[in-house]
């Protein structure tokens, strides 16, 4: 028992001081990124999961640079340059030096590969077949020419093609039938070396990256480590333990702004947090009574006490930072908190106070069971009485799919895609519009910003997609956390796509592929 | 003895049969549907009705949980439906984790727990004894996830000695395993005491005393061989105990064992992962259940008797 | 003669929570070389208590030897260090326990458990150690094999017999045999008396033996004391104190006894019961039971008094001159 | 054995009245256990005063300016993120905390009793089945039973009542089947079976009483422990939901604070340490009253 005990003990000695050392140029040789949440899949196409998909940023490459942090500006990657040379047929030109971290070239054939695979509706090969719904057709034109088919245009599709469920994988890999895990090869920096479940995640350094020239890296392993708690996470930072701390608790955030060692970095995020409504069942059938709930939840308390106020309302549905978002004071008509007039959109909604009891369905965990209690208090004010029911967060998705919530507490993320809040939320018969919602005027408006080729008419679209939302209330936007990141000092950050460094993303997609730790 | 352990499995089989059927039962009740897991939020409908095909949701229960047997009779458990990961193997490859918190949260409670219950004993109703069995009953009476945050409050935040969670060296293990230890020593102390009053008052130690034996090795050869029967008893049957322990202390350290394992999963609705793990559960504690009593067999001459004797 | 044991006003108490149990109050009694004494009495008259003494064995705390000496060849008990102690146990006085079935170490061998007895008094290797206790094994009646035997694997009177083995295998002068065949069926019981009896005679020791039954003392016994509530009451040789009975408690004893030779005659049993040792009576401690009690055996405590040779009793009738009890009319 | 023992000691009689002063009379003179009844007591009515006294939407789960206060005299044990006193909630849920865990161990108690009672009275094949249950109850961690139940039913009191009756019925199950086996063959049974006393009336006149103390003492423990239990399902956020004050959920609330504001996790689980403690104190009391032969 006591041998036992001791061997593992030094086995577990052993894996920590493996890594970590430093280099003499004065860089560390590795990056240790303190996460929130596990990583859980090693496929790009079989997931589209923001922690996953900051590790394929490493090992994996799409055929565009998408630069999430910033305006969402789109930069050659794989493909060198792109066009639509008709309605339905966008054309990708690939680069022809990419070569994968294997040394095998990368052709329109792995590109071909990789779509038509991803556009299967085999669960089995690829999850995300809904990404390329429009495509009918992928087809190679010449070793490093791919023409994509669609049925219809589309403004946001390029998008699809910088995501990384979307990267491109080798061909040739997927047919070596020694080879049990091709998706691990990709054209990126850093190769895929060890996942220590419930622990960490390491990938080293592809000394043969195509592209080290233009775009180089520095750390030799990146390692991301699974630090569920964020107390841990800011202690482990401070410890020296991790270089980043990515999502450190805000409650505790003076420790590390006290901490001379460490930087703290906030900016806009781009994480909506709503309040949701099914409004195919009573009583949210009725507009005044979401009117008079919108007008009751204080907002800026809750940011007060769930983010300690690092984050900003919002009365559009539209994620901040999104293309054509409206702000506060864009919007006509936004419902802000105000008490009085709450208690008077209930009157009109034919409700007296007291009588409603609603359930609120809400995920268990953080944020949701501390935004819970205060809308319970707020709606409270107006005297309508909330029921909280708790449940995990699959449950939730299950239960709201299926359209059992009268009210829910839910977050959404996008991209460079507002498609993915107009459809994918509202639209008729979208399995993620949990609000149940069905309003020829919404699908309509969210099929004009889609296809409308005229960018001045679109946007106009958009903005009274943003209004009509506002008026109805089919949701209660509450606030957008800002993204805070904090990291050792020596931590060379960049904000642009040009120079070596970081970027952060309001969302969370962050592109550690180019960052290291300065001594 | 050997007949005795086969005899043990025999009747492992139809425990675990139950067993994993009121878990496959438990888990299908459940609501959510596993394709959401599965699939990333925005899949759509077709997809999702494909894949309820591809895994047989749509079969009847029991065919699918014959289906489930029967894999694992063929040695699969399935795999997780949130990382895609073969249950075994994650089981297989986290259970180390839970293996070292709880081993050396044990040997830290017997190391603290066994000389002051003899002590304790041998000091009855005098002040340590009653200050002793004070601090146990504290001990006892505390749940050890708030242990282990008062520990982290201490030790990692005021002080700065140890690290507040996560896993790595030595110094990692320290706050979780005396977490998981404290209230296990609390307890053992508490048995070890009890067995050693009862131990004390045996006629066999007059007799070992009328030899002329010293009042050490009266204690220690006469009356800890007997003793150390009923605290192994204790210590089996606190397994349980020191596995609910690692799992709350597995949570409130971040530490990347079983228990959190397990609650992670439920929480993710990670039905093959749950279902597996339970099992797996099962069988760990039936193995430790039943090495527990070998050791005891070896420990006492009329428990060994037996088993060879009935087979 | 030069006497093995001698015992002087010995006293000793029991702190409890409920009070103090006076168990010994002030006994005296010696035991001559190759001589065996016979200690009488009911349950809770302080025998065994008596024994532990000898041994130093009273469990303290609650017990507490407050006055009188114990002297053991010479020596004195209660002044002996701790070292001393554990010297003399075993090898100048060994003691053999009322039941066998829990004064053997259930999870030691019998054969470790005699040779640790050995062991614990002689410079001696362990392999010579377990032969003695095979030896001593043969001695008492059970073959040697089965030196590696647990208690459990062995009949009630075969562990007595292992008792027996234990506590000679060092050769003690002086052995206390506490009830041992009370616990043992009842032709077991003559065989064990028999063994024991053997033994003392071959070994050539002095032996105090401890017994509720009077038909064990007529077997065994040199000299016989009777106890009641932790006094003697009357002590003397066997024959004086069998066929010239002189203590009433005594004769109640016998009385409670069934007479074979006499079958039909009535039991007698003595009325009442013990007194509780923490609420002793006032007076002659027996007063409360004894047929022959009057007033003024309700005050005053009676004094051992010698009879006649070595006759002892402590009645306080007997200051009249005529007082006879009925099983001894002549009072001799 | 020791119940059998005590039976033939003592008869039934002493599970009467009298049985119950002589337990108290002993009971008094344990300090401990008497700390423990007071303790319980003020409890109860601190608990009690505090539902009158305090408005649950205001003063409990209302929120207030005043966040992460340090404790001081105004704010007794400080207050949380939403600015509620801490101290009122502490008190209040004291009655979430004491109603949850004496219910399921009531539950536990009845329903294993019951079982146990029906596998020792009947045996063979009924027996079988019971204790094979009972077994898997006890062969899985008794939290991830807790956790699978809750999780599976929902987050509500009902459900957390549920999960805890099911780790709490096994240990009456086995009380009570050792000792409808210990006098199930004697001859009062064995009397009362023939002059055709009902089954059922059986067990609860003769058997129930013989078992009594040890259902008593282990029922003081099992509450005790099932506090701890409780709280440790809403600290894995499956228990009781914010914004009820139960210290569980109060502690998995301040954990996120603990850097910060440390008081939010002390006191709650110094409430529920002192508690558990208060009936442990009172378990061991009376099992010492209740059976003087396992004293020292």
Known sequence: MKKVFFALLAVIMAATFGFSGVLAEGIKDDLVIGVAQEINELNPMMQNDQINNN????????????????????????????????????????????????????????????????????????????????????????????????????????????????????????????????????????????????????????????NKEARPSYAKEITFKFLLEASQRAIALQNGEIDVCVDPPVTDLRFLEEDENVVVHTQAGTRLFYLGFNVAKEP??????????????????????????????????????????????????????????????????????????????????????????????????????????SMDQATLKSECAAGHQQMFLWRWNIGARVDETYRELFYTGFPTNYAQLSDPVVDDLADKVLTEMDQDKRLQYSYDYQNYMAETVYQVPLYVPDLVIAYNKGLVVSDSYDDAGILFAGGGNHFWARAYVEL | MFRYILKRIIILIPTLLATSLLIFWAMDLAGGDPVDQILPENATFEQKAALREEMGLNDPFFIRYFRYIGGILKGDMGESYITHRDVFQTFMGRLHMTLLLGGSALIFACIISIPLGIYTALHQNTWKDTAAMIVALFGVSMPNFWLGLMLILLF????????????????????????????????????????MLDVLRQDYMTTAKAKGASRNRVIYNHGLRNAIIPIITAIGMQFSYVMTGSALAETVFGWPGIGRLVVDSINKRDTPMVTGSIILCCVLMAVINLAVDIIYAFCDPRIKAQYSGKG | MENVLEVKDLVVRFDTDDGIVRAINGISFSIGKERTLGLVGETGAGKTTTALSILNLVPDPPGVISNGSIILDGKEILEMSEKELEHMRGNDVAMIFQDPMTALNPVMTVGDQIAESVMLHEKISKED???????????????????TDYPHQLSGGMKQRVVIAIALACHPSLLIADEPTTALDVTIQAQV????????????????????????????????????????????????VFNHTLHPYTEGLFDSLPNLRQRGEDLVPIKGLMPDPMHLPEGCSFNPRCPYATEECQKKLPELKLVNGTHYVACGRYAEPQFRIRRNPDGK | MKLFNKKKSDGTEMIGRSMGQETWRRLKKNKGAMMGIAFLILLFIGTALASIFYDYDKDIIGMTRDRFMAPSWQHL??????????????????????????????????????????????????????????????????????????????????????????????????????????????????AGRAIGLPTWKIILKHILPNCLSAIIVQTTLKVGSNIISASSLSFLGVGITPPTPEWGAMLSDGRSYIRSSGWMCLFPGLAIMLTVLALNLLGDGLRDAMDPKLKR
């Open chain 1, 55 to 210: 590790c394929f940023a490493l090992t994996h490459e799409r055929l565009v640079f998408l630069d999430n942090g910033h305006g969402y500006e789109i930069y050659p990657e794989i493909a060198e340059s792109w066009e639509w040379t008709d309605e339905t047929h966008l054309v990708f030109h690939l680069n022809p030096n990419v070569k994968f971290n294997n040394g095998t070239p990368l052709t329109a054939d792995d590109v071909v590969f990789t779509l038509n695979r991803a556009r299967s509706d085999d669960p089995t090969l690829s999850k995300v077949s809904g990404q390329l719904g429009l495509v009918t057709d992928v087809s190679k034109i010449d070793d490093y020419t791919v023409q994509v088919t669609t049925s219809a245009y589309s403004n946001e599709l390029i998008y699809n093609f910088g995501s990384y469920p979307l990267a491109i994988q080798s061909k040739a890999a997927y047919e070596d039938a020694n080879n049990a895990e091709p998706w691990l090869v990709g054209s990126g920096p850093y190769i895929f070396k060890e996942w220590q479940e419930g622990q960490y995640v390491t990938f080293s350094m592809n000394e043969d990256y195509w």
């Open chain 1, 284 to 389: 949210f059938t009725n507009q005044k009574l979401r009117q008079a709930v919108s007008a009751a939840v204080d907002k800026e308390t809750i940011i007060a006490i769930v983010l300690d106020d690092l984050g900003k309302w919002q009365t559009s549905v539209l994620n901040r930072g999104a293309w054509s978002f409206l702000d506060n004071d864009q919007i006509e008509g936004g419902y802000t908190y105000d008490v009085e007039r709450a208690k008077s959109l209930l009157e009109e909604s034919g409700y007296k106070p007291g009588e409603l009891t609603v359930e609120l369905f809400t995920p268990t965990d953080d944020p949701y069971k501390t935004i819970a209690p205060i809308i319970q208090a707020n709606l409270k004010e107006i005297g309508i009485n909330v029921d909280i029911k």
């Open chain 2, 156 to 195: 990692s935040l005021k002080l700065g000695w140890l690290p507040s969670g996560g896993t790595g060296g030595f110094k990692y293990l320290i706050l979780p395993a005396v977490t998981v230890g404290l209230g296990l020593a609390a307890l053992l102390t508490r048995t070890t005491r009890s067995a």
């Open chain 3, 129 to 147: 150690a377990m032969t003695r206790a095979k030896e001593m094994l043969e001695m008492v009646g059970i073959s040697g094999s089965r030196a």
């Open chain 3, 193 to 240: 008396l028999a063994l024991i009896k053997e033994l003392i005679d071959k070994n050539q020791m002095s032996m105090l033996m401890i017994t509720h039954d009077l038909g064990v003392v007529a077997e065994v016994c040199d000299d016989v004391a009777v106890m009641y509530a932790g006094r003697i009451v009357e002590i003397g040789t066997a024959d004086e």
């Open chain 4, 77 to 190: 044990f400080g207050t949380d993120n939403m600015g509620r006193d801490i101290f009122a909630r502490v008190i209040y849920g004291a009655k979430y905390s004491l109603f949850i865990s004496f219910g399921s161990t009531l539950i536990g108690l009845i329903v294993g009793l019951f079982l146990g009672a029906a596998a020792g009275y009947y045996g063979g094949l009924v027996d079988n089945i019971i204790m094979r249950l009972t077994d898997i109850f006890y062969s899985i961690p008794y939290i991830m039973i807790a956790v699978v139940v809750v999780s599976i039913l929902g987050t509500s009191m009902s459900s957390l009542l549920f999960a805890m009756a099911l780790g709490t019925f096994c240990n009456f199950a086995r009380i009570g089947r050792a000792s409808v086996m210990t006098v199930r063959d004697m001859e009062f049974v064995e």
